[in-house]
């Protein structure tokens, strides 16, 4: 079992810069491969970026366009997403979640970021 909690969420104004953080506790963290999702009310989840256990690959979803990079720190057992350039349209609820891509067996409760246009 793997608990997550997303920080670092908040308002924002369009071209600012967040950085959203993932803490994990119990199992562990370096054991698996992290991914954040977004979703806002009435529409699909959507995958934004993932990172493999070893750092060794990121991906990306289409909609980033290089503003925004994922990161991790297995040593303090923590994920991180920066967010660059932030337009209105990334307002959202933003989500870690860790395990075996794609499928991701452990969620957090995620954080909410909203941006100003």
């Known amino acids: 079992q793997v608990q997550l909690v997303e920080s670092g969420g908040g308002l924002a104004q369009a071209g600012d810069s967040l950085r959203l953080s993932c803490a994990a506790s119990?199992?562990?963290?370096?054991?698996?491969?992290v991914g954040w999702f977004r979703q806002v009310p009435g529409k699909e989840r959507e995958f934004v970026a993932g990172?493999?256990?070893?750092?060794?690959?990121?991906y990306y979803g289409a909609f980033v366009k290089g503003r925004f990079t994922i990161s991790r720190d297995n040593a303090k057992n923590t994920g991180y997403l920066q967010m660059n350039s932030l337009k209105h349209e990334d307002t959202a609820v933003y989500y870690c979640?860790?395990?075996?891509?794609?499928?991701?067996?452990?969620w957090g409760q995620g954080t909410q970021v909203t941006v100003s246009s």
């Open positions: 979640a860790a395990g075996a891509s794609p499928d991701y067996r452990y």
């Open positions: 119990g199992r562990t963290f370096s054991d698996y491969d």
């Open positions: 990172i493999t256990r070893d750092s060794g690959r990121e």
